[in-house]
């Protein structure tokens, strides 16, 4: 399908917008960020981060990301589920791809489109979501 210029733009905002969220991430290694859009309104946001009620720490002395950090996907996502939004139809903008897990949880929230903005070495959770339908597009903010 082809985008027009007006979604194009809008797209480049939203994974701008995502990016500036990830700043808010605590984590050293990667910080990411993520928005559901619908209907051209941000239904929800998530950065990759420790469970509520866990010190704000991602890593541990060796640099290894704790077992229990969840991604921004998932934070978005599950902060629907204590919301009274919905994200059938709507947009995930992830500044980068998503993994395998998190492909899942986009799949079964009934989200049908993401743009990311940084390609990850695995590409098994992109393959699932083109797997099951969903568009998919890969967005580098870098090139003009």
Known sequence: MELSEKQKNLDRRYLRMAQIWAENSYCVRRKVGALVVKDKMIISDGYNGTPSGFPNICEDEQNVTYPYVLHAE????????RSSNNSDGSTLYVTASPCIECAKLIIQAGIKRVVYGEKYRLEDGIDLLRR????????????K
Request: glycine letters at 4%.
């Open 74 to 81: 998932a934070n978005a996502i599950t902060k629907l589920a």
């Open 132 to 143: 099951a339908g969903i568009e998919v597009e890969f967005l580098d903010l870098e090139q």
